[in-house]
């Protein structure tokens, strides 16, 4: 069955619509989503400066859907058109999401745009996890959204769609006072609230931003009550957005008169093939009830007709069924007790233990848990130990958050939202089988600490394990010995003052050792120059392996997009952190560039 669809004057490949807010930081992440079947993408929301957003947690699943408090995140409209120019001609739909302070920003933002080639262009007016430094959405007034839109018309070129508030007192007001002022479509709805999750453990909201926007399931029945309130009142097409990750969600959505449906919270409950699930269902049903094409969905509820039964989907996506294996439904949150805290004499690294509950998933080499302290922020880090049930974290104090990691004493509560990610030796069903025998873990830095945890377990199935860690000075390296003594894995140490071990990088003396030891796999992690270089000596002593990176990750769980990589679009937090030196291969940014929480790049 054909299910393209035009709309506003672009063909698509099909109805479904990838949110904003979703993804989107990157070229990359968006062509990633297209990719994976989704019909038209929309950026993050971009606005006339850099912004880095809320500190986290900035998403949490609370059971019923999830809340949210990213906070605007961008690299500021210079930078984005300047990203996106580097990347045109795109080949893919691309709606460009916008926000701004006042009427006078959205103008300007949407004149720069004018160098950028697009699809549509979101006018985002309805952000409810920022009221306080912007006040109330302007979607809250009809003439407010009349000005903003007005304004925006006659700066672009592009159809318009504007992006509307479920919390609005009077939805058809508003949405006919953007209509008359230009809208060609609209975006119905933006996520509800703001609302707030609190903490049982430690009496505290759980989003660093205390409070934010709630989508998911639970406000799937708003959004449907909002399509269908405002269809045929406007002569514009509706996007309906919130709450759909099912076949049956799209199709009610389309029923109550949405032309697209758009998807945002499933890209984590579902997965990213999400869009290809709905999409089947909906071509299942279409064909099931004899429809002549999806179009004949669209406002079917509103059309004067004796009622009638319809067939459900055979094989489509229900609510019920198991989240795709490959991205868990619901990723495991604990807050817990500080159980014990270990630093080596003369060593600037620590380690936190957890007792992690029976019922809780334990972690697997090269996983990383978010950890939450309340009130603070939350951060991703990697498994440097697992005995029993006790999960530990080793880590350098670095910053504002590591810093207060420091600090903490036993029995104070960390929130664990894990475990995360692809780990090490991922690639085959039996990770530790008799594919290889000799393995050689390479560590720079504090990148050692997850290297520890992948050893202990090759050592459980008899592999040879040779470790080489580097650091500054002996401080840095030395506090690794008791880890690798269990694991019963001979160590190499290379210090760049002379300190422990041999003076130097790691990649001054790692060919020789290479040569020396001959291992068959080689497993990495550390800063990215480095690995750049390791990689790049293991490939040439035709040495193949693994490696984890290191990406600005605010949510860990998918959905934000900061960790997406060009040009794949691969999330570090799902696809990764860990990759093989291969898939390495095609990220074009290996080794070159990062972007910080706005999504501004910093070269390495």
């Known amino acids: 069955m054909n299910t393209a669809v035009r709309f506003l004057g672009t063909d698509l490949v099909n109805r479904s619509v990838l949110a904003s807010g979703i993804l989107g930081v990157t070229v990359s992440s968006l062509r990633r989503a297209c990719r994976e079947g989704a019909g038209l993408v929309t950026s993050k929301s971009v606005g006339p400066m850099p912004r880095k957003g809320h500190h986290g947690p900035v998403v949490f699943d609370w059971g019923g859907g999830l809340i949210n408090a990213v906070g605007l995140s961008n690299p500021g409209i210079d930078e984005f058109v300047s990203q996106v120019e580097k990347q045109q001609p795109l080949g893919f739909p691309l709606a460009v999401s916008i926000f701004g302070g006042n009427e006078q920003d959205f103008s300007d933002l949407a004149a720069k745009l004018e160098r950028i080639d697009f699809s549509f262009l979101e006018i985002n007016i309805s952000c409810p996890n920022v009221r306080d430094e912007y006040g109330l959405p302007f979607s809250f007034s ?4 009349a000005a903003v839109t007005e304004r925006v018309k006659r700066s672009s070129s592009k159809p318009i769609i504007v992006k509307l508030s479920p919390n609005t007192p009077n939805i058809v007001r508003v949405a006919a006072a953007a209509v008359e002022a230009g809208a060609d479509a609209l975006c119905i709805m933006n996520t509800v ?4 999750v609190i903490d049982v453990h430690t009496a505290r909201p759980v989003l660093g931003n205390d409070s934010g926007g709630m989508s998911g399931t639970a406000v799937l ?7 269908y309130d405002l269809y045929g009142k406007t002569q514009v097409p509706i996007i309906g957005t919130g709450g759909i990750s099912t076949w049956r969600d799209a199709v009610q959505v389309m029923m109550a008169g949405a032309t697209l449906y758009g998807v945002g919270s499933a890209v984590y409950t579902r997965g990213i093939g999400v869009f290809r699930e709905i999409e089947r269902g909906i071509e299942q049903y279409v064909k099931k009830n004899r429809f002549p094409s999806a179009a ?25 069924e198991a989240a795709s294996p490959r991205i868990a439904g619901r990723h495991n949150w604990n807050v817990l007790p500080l159980a014990r805290i270990s630093q080596a004499q003369g060593s600037g690294v620590k380690t936190l233990f957890f007792e992690m509950p029976e019922e809780a998933p334990l972690p697997a080499p090269g996983q990383f848990y978010m950890l939450w302290i309340p009130g603070v922020d939350q951060k991703p880090f990697s498994v440097s130990w697992l005995e029993g049930r006790t ?16 600090d903490l004493k036993p029995k104070d ?16 069903e039996d990770p530790y089988g008799g594919e290889y025998s000799r393995y050689l873990l390479v560590g720079g830095g504090i990148g050692v600490a997850p290297l520890l945890f992948a050893a202990k377990e090759l050592a459980v199935f008899g592999r040879d394990i040779c470790i080489v860690a580097g650091g500054k000075e002996v401080g840095s390296v030395a506090w690794i010995e008791p880890f690798c003594k269990k694991a019963g894995a001979t160590v190499y140490y290379c210090t760049e003052d002379g300190s422990l071990g041999k003076k130097g990088m790691i990649t001054d003396h790692l060919p020789e050792l290479v040569s020396r030891l001959a291992p068959d796999f080689a497993l990495l992690c550390g800063p990215e120059l480095f690995l750049a270089r390791a990689i790049e000596i293991l490939q040439d002593k035709g040495v193949g392996g693994e490696a984890g990176l290191e990406r600005m990750m605010k949510c860990g769980i998918g959905l934000c997009g900061s960790c997406a990589v060009d040009p794949t679009g ?19 940014e290996f080794g070159k560039y990062k ?10």
């Open 142 to 145: 009809p003439e407010v959204t």
């Open 193 to 196: 609230g703001p609302g707030m």
């Open 221 to 227: 029945p708003l959004t449907v009550r909002c399509v």
């Open 296 to 320: 004949h969905i669209v406002g079917l509820s509103h059309k004067t007709m004796r009622v009638s039964f319809y067939t459900g989907a055979n094989g489509g996506t229900k609510r019920n």
């Open 391 to 406: 999960v530990s974290f080793s880590f350098l104090k670095r910053g504002p958050f590591s810093t207060r990691l420091f």
């Open 413 to 428: 509560p960390v929130g664990l939202l894990g475990p995360l990610g692809r780990g090490f030796l991922h690639r085959t």
């Open 570 to 588: 691969d999330r570090v937090c799902i696809e990764g952190p860990v990759f093989g030196f291969e898939e390495i291969a095609g990220i074009d």
């Open 595 to 604: 972007r910080d929480e706005g999504g501004s790049i910093e070269r390495l």
